[in-house]
């Protein structure tokens, strides 16, 4: 699992094809998380259009590198349990993951629990008001290069009771 470690943001691409392969790689990772009451709620707009990656760069400051994804995923979900938002969690690293395997930098880009930026990007994808805009993802041959993650804080470990 050296993936969970070397995945790391990356928010700057080549300008160079994810193959449709690739990305049906990626959302089956995300497909085969584990979800509450195995209900799979997850919806997934996979998006290529320039133009419309340039409207989710817009969506906040800290999302301006969609547009020079090469593809964005979008993770959405039908509330078919209280739990979707964990169920979407899992889904998501799942896919962060299999992206890194693959070679392909990504970046999660969060959206709910904010209703002015899951209704900007319901706007921009037509997406019906009973379901839920999760995040999108941002996919692309990496175009920055960051060491692994080594983290363990051992003060965040509590053994039998917290104090
Ligand atoms: C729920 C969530 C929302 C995030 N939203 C954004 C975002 O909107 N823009 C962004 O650039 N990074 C976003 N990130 C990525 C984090 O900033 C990043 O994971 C963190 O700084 C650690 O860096 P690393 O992923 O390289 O280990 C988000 C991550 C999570 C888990």
Redesign the pocket.
């Known amino acids: 699992m050296e993936e969970i470690y070397v995945r790391?943001?990356i928010?700057k691409y080549l300008d160079k094809e994810i193959s449709d392969e690739d990305v049906k790689k990626i959302l089956k990772a995300g497909m085969n998380a584990p979800t509450a009451r195995n209900l799979k709620p997850f919806e997934f707009v996979v998006v290529r259009n320039k133009n419309t990656l340039l409207k989710l760069s817009e969506m906040?400051k800290?999302?301006y590198f969609a547009k020079d994804s090469n593809v964005t995923i979008v993770l959405l979900a039908r509330e078919l349990s209280d739990y979707w938002q964990q169920d979407l969690g899992a889904v998501s690293e799942n896919m962060l993951l299999e992206a890194t395997r693959l070679g392909i930098g990504s970046?999660?880009?969060?959206i709910t629990p904010n209703e002015n930026y899951e209704n900007y990007v319901r706007d921009v994808l037509c997406i019906p008001k009973d379901i839920r805009v999760f995040?999108f993802m941002t996919l692309g041959y990496p175009g920055e290069e960051?060491q692994p993650?080594d983290n363990y804080y051992e003060e965040k470990v509590h053994y039998e009771m917290f104090l």
């Open positions: 790391r943001s928010r906040k800290n999302s970046c999660w880009v969060g995040s960051k993650n």
